[in-house]
């Protein structure tokens, strides 16, 4: 009983040896921590001796800044505007090579990029040239039937007119004797002149079409070098996010020309197919106006479905007009909420405000072609944004013009050189 009563006081004893010292270091280390130094109240702000207030001045700052970028910005449309001839061949061009990309990469892994780029752009020609010759042997085939047509609809829509409003054919005939005047004496002092025009215009016509072809081809051929050349201007800490940058551009138009390509050979079969049951002349007409103007949301079917409409009322009278127009609103209807939510939305993600206003500001600074480019422009500027403020993951997602030599396997008997060309191109 001794031993173990003497291990319970050595026991006790050392658990108190052991608080002591815990004590103890704490204590120490209390002793050590600096004491904490008084504060000391803020200064009062000294009053702004200037007359002006900071909100006004920085107001004014941000105001200067954004006109001079502004400035900047018109100065640049109105170059662009200058060289409209060289400009909007190139953007065609552009299109173009997103769109024939594609096409390009699967015949360069069996020839060189010379000869692949050669057959992209003849393959466009020759498909552009047969649908200007359906186009023509189309009108020069059905213009004898379309003229008596033509006449038995206008007698139609006179008929109509006449027992609609109670407006005689003597009126109707001067009505159509004065606009006919009035089109006449605006346009007749200036016959001179406005056939220049017409030939100037026509020059500016061709030319463009050569340049967009000589420029599809390099896009195409040298399209991943041209883009490291004007990369290379940028300072180089900024040089990588630019060409990230440019191959989610290059990805998101592409993505965007093969949508609209999709939703505009749809659209324009659906209509065709609906000219054709009601027999209105020029079908093949009708589908390649309503397949261009796809490319113009919102605005480009109303464009082309109106088109169609007047065809078929001026062939058939009213009520052929009405049946167009029921088939014109019912494919767009199905092309609205069925095709352009499962590709474009998905491509774009615009808001369809947004895309009215870019279509609307593209037409007021660009005509026509600034329409077509507006939607692809800001879906770009779109994707780009997104990847600058890094809102969501954006990336390139397929191999394009933007990126690397794509020929793996050269053709028999050519030669790699070093800056990854083939040899025998």
């Not at 000391?40 to 200067?64: I, L, Q």
């Not at 069996?110 to 992209?120: E, F, I, K, S, Y």
């Not at 993505?255 to 065709?272: H, L, S």
């Amino acid at each position: 009983m001794k031993r173990f009563a003497f291990r319970g006081r050595a026991a006790e004893q050392l658990r108190q040896a052991r608080v002591q010292a815990e004590r103890l270091r704490q204590a120490r280390a209390l002793a050590e921590q600096p004491l904490p130094l008084p504060q000391r109240r803020p200064a009062p702000a000294e009053p702004d001796p200037h007359p002006v207030p900071k909100t006004f001045r920085d107001a004014a700052e941000w105001s200067w800044r954004f006109l001079l970028v502004v400035a900047a910005l018109l100065v640049i449309l109105k170059g662009l505007t200058m060289i409209s001839t060289v400009v909007i061949p190139v953007l065609v061009a552009i299109l173009l090579a997103a769109l024939l990309q594609p096409v390009f990469n699967l015949l360069a892994r069996g020839v060189t990029r010379t000869l692949a780029a050669g057959l992209t752009v003849l393959l466009l020609v020759l498909v552009l040239t047969g649908a200007f010759m359906v186009v023509g042997r189309t009108l020069s085939g059905g213009l004898g039937d379309m003229s008596v047509q033509v006449l038995q609809g206008i007698e139609e829509i006179r008929a109509w007119v006449r027992d609609t409003f109670g407006i005689s054919n003597v009126q109707i005939d001067d009505y159509i004797a004065q606009a006919r005047a009035a089109v006449t004496s605006a346009s007749g002092d200036d016959i001179g002149p406005m056939l220049a025009r017409v030939g100037f215009t026509a020059g500016h016509i061709v030319a463009g079409f050569f340049i967009a072809l000589f420029t599809l081809f390099f896009l195409l051929y040298d399209g991943h070098r041209i883009w490291a050349w004007l990369v290379r201007f940028f300072p180089n800490l900024t040089q990588s996010g630019i060409r990230e940058a440019g191959a989610i551009a290059w990805a998101q138009l592409s993505a965007f020309t093969r949508a609209t390509i999709v939703v505009a050979f749809a659209d324009a079969v659906g209509i065709t197919l609906v000219a054709i049951i009601l027999d209105v002349p020029f079908p093949a007409i009708i589908f390649l106006i309503v397949f261009l103007g796809a490319f113009i949301p919102i605005v480009g079917a109303g464009i082309s479905g109106t088109i169609a409409v007047l065809l078929a009322l001026v062939a058939h009278g009213p009520i052929s007009a009405l049946l167009m127009l029921l088939g014109v609103i019912a494919v767009q209807q199905i092309e609205s909420h069925l095709l352009q939510p499962l590709l474009l939305g998905r491509v774009m993600k615009l808001h369809p405000l947004g895309v009215i206003l870019a279509i609307a500001a593209g037409i007021v600074l660009g005509g026509i072609v600034g329409g077509l480019i507006a939607i692809p422009t800001v879906a770009v500027l779109n994707a780009v944004g997104k990847y600058y403020l890094a809102d969501e993951d954006v990336t390139a997602g397929e191999e394009g013009l933007l990126a690397p030599d794509t020929v793996t396997d050269p053709p028999v008997g050519s030669t790699h050189q070093p800056d990854g060309r083939v040899g025998n191109d």
